[in-house]
Structure formats: C-alpha cells, structure tokens
C-alpha cells in the first residue's frame, strides 16, 4: 500500500490503496521487476542511490524526455542511461540523447511492471477523494478511519472473503507519527466497530511498514496510485479536475483491468462493485460512487 496526492500540492486527487498479490506469488513477482528494472535501464536503479516511483517513472518532463527522439535501441538506452545518471550525480549536463534513453527507459519500466502485475494476478484496491476537501468546523470524527478508507477495505474484504484467504497490510514508511495514527485508527475500526469485528475475520488489521526502496510491491502500488490520480476516470464520477492526457491514454487501462470487480447484494439487488472507489466527500453523508 502507498499513497499518492496527500501533500495536497500538484496531484488532483487524494488517493490511498495499493495492490493485492497472493503470497505464492510476491517472490516471482519480485524477481519479474528485477528483471524488468535492468532490461529497461541497464541496472537496478538502488544500486546507484535512486529509487523506482511512479511519480519520477511517469513525471510530465520524463515522458517529454522519452517522445522527444525514436525509440532507441536496448544498447543505446542503457549506455544513455548510464550517461544520465552518472552525468547527473556528477553535476555535469547530459545531451538530449541521454535525456531521451532515461526517459524511454522510465516509460518502459512502467509498462513492465503493470505487465508484471497482471501475469502475477495482482489486484488495485483504492480509495480515492478530491485534492483539498476539508471536513466541516464541527467535525468531531478526527481519530476515526474516514469513509473512503473504509469503502476500499471493504471491497478487500469481500475479495479475501471469496478466496477464503487471509490478506495483510505491507505499507510503505513515512513519519512515524502519521504511521501510529494510523495505525491507531485501524486498530479502533477493526476492534471496536461491528462491521470491523466482522472483517477482522479475513483481514490482519496490523499493518506492517517497510522501506518503499527495498519494497518492489509499494514500489509497484505508488505506480498503480500515481496513474489513478493522473489519469483513472469513470463517467459517473463526474470529477471535473485536472488529468493528463497521456497518463489517461496509455495506462488508466491497464488499472481499470486490475482492479478488483466483483459483486454486492443489497435489499435483493445485486450490484457491481469496484476495487478502485471514489467519494465526493468522506465527510457528510452521501452516495459513494465506484
């Protein structure tokens, strides 16, 4: 799990969720990133002090970078990258040559990892709400998980439910008082609600925090959350903020086909329901859209 927009600063949305893969399947998922990190640049990006995120994979000059010359050989990619990158930590200006094998090399590490996700059978999960929306003066439910938190563990429940599996949170490491409240905020839900006593059943509400440089699947989930802010829309959200084009284009597919579906039934009538849920406002009373 990651996050993506909470600095409420570029991103058009707040976006909390991440990525649902079986245990069977963390280690040849791991090793399929691996693999696809050196074949897209030459080398594991930690082994020269960077880190692999969506938002420095997919950020708008990178994809200038990668469409501003043809696509470039495996060999002049990796020699341009390895320019790039030792250029840049030296201080010294790359050519353009090398800004394009950087950005062409981030471009196809994206590809590679929702490709790796799908092959791996890989689930998004994720609560999403509008960039900024504060709740109401009076508001007295500060300690509690807000409404768009809830909605996406819900849809991981009845997905565990289903699989008759038990599902755990691996989140990513940010300051360590944010993380408390956390985690003091799930423990709350999940100990002291009746719908959280239920889902405590397939769910393991104590979740487990790494570094998200040594993680490969938050590295994977902060992709996954990127593209979601950037370019996932579905009409009836009717969301009139900003989104890019070319995020929207060529990867809000690919988080539509893994996103958990499935289906609810309510006062006898079922409904399709969705892993990625969007809520107008987590803080009144209204419909929850997704």
């Given at each position: 799990?990651d996050?993506?927009?909470h ?12 990525v649902?893969i ?33 938002s ?11 469409n ?19 250029k840049?930590?030296?201080?010294a ?9 950087y950005g ?16 791996h ?14 709740p ?31 599902g ?6 940010t ?58 829309r ?5 969301f ?17 086909d ?27 009373g ?5």
């Open positions: 799990m996050e993506s927009g600095d409420h600063k570029n991103m058009p949305l707040e976006v909390r969720g991440g649902a079986h245990a069977s399947k963390v280690w040849p998922f791991i090793q399929a990133m691996q693999k696809a990190e050196v074949a897209a640049f030459g080398f594991q990006l930690s082994d020269r002090g960077l880190e692999l995120k969506g420095k994979l997919l950020e708008n000059k990178r994809c200038e970078w990668a501003q010359e043809a696509t470039l050989s495996e060999k002049e990619r990796h020699n341009g990258v390895n320019r790039f990158v030792t840049s930590q030296q201080k200006a790359p050519s353009k040559r090398d800004f394009t094998a062409q090399a981030c471009k196809l590490m994206a590809h590679s990892t929702f490709r790796a996700l799908k092959q059978e890989a689930r998004i999960f994720a609560g999403i709400i509008p960039r900024g929306i504060k109401p003066a009076d508001y007295a439910y500060s300690d509690f998980l807000r409404k768009d938190q809830i909605f996406m563990q819900e849809r991981f429940y009845w997905f565990l439910e289903a699989q008759q599996e038990n755990l949170f691996v989140m990513d490491q300051e360590k008082q944010n993380d408390k409240r956390y985690i003091r905020r799930l423990h709350d839900y999940y100990k002291c609600t009746r719908n959280g006593k239920q889902r405590a059943r397939w769910i393991v509400p104590s979740p487990m925090f790494v570094d998200s440089e040594l993680a490969p699947g938050v590295q994977a989930a902060d992709l996954c959350l990127y593209c979601i802010n950037w370019g996932f579905r009409p009836e959200w009717n009139k903020g900003a989104k890019r084009d070319d995020i929207h284009a060529e990867f809000a597919g690919f988080c539509g893994l996103q958990h579906k499935g289906q609810s039934v309510n006062n006898g009538k079922t409904h399709q329901i969705f892993g990625i849920v969007y809520v107008p406002d987590p803080y009144v209204r419909k929850k859209f997704g």
